[in-house]
């Protein structure tokens, strides 16, 4: 049985052997901590509660006035630190005003560069020998294809007569319904050509379609380019079936339209039986370039790796004689050769719709900005 402290020392007492030592109290020091701990819980309980506001008020007068915890949430301190906040909110508020419209500033005068630079025409840049292969090129002077990584100069340097070729726009070309990657293709087009497209795009009351635009170009003479560049490991005769195929289609559709008379008849024959035996018996590497160069519509070279290969079509034109039609009604003209080209942007049944979107929105920026955009 516990005994409390009194009748402890009254035992001792009358007991005149009794010696109590560390020891022998051990046990009823044990017995009365364990008693005390549960009141000190209650007194932290109570002390804790003492401050809320529906606490009866009895309750909070039996608090120890002594107790720690009392004193430290009894103390205005915390209140007053709160105060300070808000006398200090709207000086706050008005220095992240300031802090924000600088940023704001800031990025606005950013993005204005970047646009400038986006914007800007090509000019500066230098042209690219066609014999360069892109890989060796800085990116400022290419742009990348976004599907494949590939790259193509912003610039070529025409082989025939050094002028400027402008990238206007280009794409991936996919086959089959697994839509599997062959080349990235690209259209160049000279600075003259470019004008001549901004004032047919620009014309009041004309709303006519990237491949009528295009074949007004080349049947005026503008000299047209379009470089391939493989992502995959492929051959000259691959390559050469696929131009087959989309140059005979083109007639196909021709022929339904009444476009293609005899004289053309004729010399689409011609073409075919060039464009099969002009190119030889070789592999194309991923990333090296065959270009197909259009003098106009009447002409066509190919080159391999800046090399010349051979031509398709007629004689050039002499110089300072733009084609055989400047009429601009003739968008609905056969185009010889050319109709190679104008099978990147045709209205129905393209050879890659990515080439012909990129090239639609760039000649639509040409219209509206006077320039071609640069990423």
């Known amino acids: 049985m516990l005994l409390p402290p009194a009748s402890l020392t009254a035992s001792v007492a009358s007991s005149s052997k009794l010696t109590l030592t560390r020891a022998a109290c051990s046990p009823l020091t044990s017995q009365f901590s364990k008693i005390q701990r549960p009141v000190g819980l209650l007194d932290r309980r109570y002390t804790a509660s003492a401050r809320r506001p529906n606490w009866p008020a009895r309750h909070r007068a039996t608090a120890p006035s002594h107790s720690p915890t009392q004193a430290r949430f009894s103390s205005t301190r915390p209140r007053a630190n709160s105060s300070k ?10 220095g992240l005003t300031l802090v924000g419209g600088t940023l704001a500033l800031l990025l606005a005068l950013c993005a204005s560069s970047q646009n400038n630079k986006v914007h800007s025409d090509s000019s500066s840049l230098s042209a690219i020998p066609l014999s360069t292969p892109s890989s060796s ?14 790259s193509l100069p912003r610039l070529l340097l025409s082989p025939a007569t050094n002028e400027k070729l402008h990238l206007v726009g280009l794409g991936v ?4 319904f697994l839509r599997v990657r062959v080349y990235v293709a690209g259209l160049y087009v ?3 050509g470019l004008e001549r497209a901004k004032r047919l795009l620009g014309s009041q009351g004309k709303e006519e379609s990237t491949e009528a635009v295009l074949r007004q170009l080349l049947l005026g003479g503008t000299e047209c380019l379009i470089r391939i ?7 000259m005769s691959h390559l050469r079936d696929g131009f087959l195929r989309s140059l005979q289609s083109r007639a196909k559709l021709a022929r339904r339209s009444g476009s293609l008379n005899a004289t053309d008849e004729h010399l689409l024959d011609s073409a075919l039986d060039s464009l099969r035996s002009l190119f030889p018996k070789a592999s194309v590497a991923k990333g090296q370039s065959l270009d197909l160069r259009f003098a106009g519509a009447s002409r066509m070279d190919v080159l391999f790796k800046g090399k010349r290969l051979g031509a398709v079509g007629e ?3 002499p110089t300072g004689v733009r084609g055989r039609d400047t009429d601009d009604t003739a968008f609905d003209r056969w185009a010889g050769i050319g109709e190679l080209l104008l099978a990147y942007v045709a209205e129905k049944g393209e050879i890659s719709a990515p080439i012909k979107q990129d090239i639609e929105i760039n ?10 955009p640069i990423e």
């Open 315 to 317: 004689r050039p034109a």
């Open 190 to 192: 000279d600075g003259k």
């Open 85 to 94: 906040i808000l006398r200090a909110l709207p000086r706050l508020s008005s």
């Open 173 to 176: 070309r996919t086959v089959s």
């Open 229 to 235: 560049v493989p992502v995959r490991n492929t051959d």
């Open 137 to 150: 090129l800085p990116q400022s002077t290419k742009r990348t294809d976004i599907a494949t990584g590939e």
């Open 363 to 372: 000649l639509q920026h040409l219209a509206q900005k006077g320039s071609l």
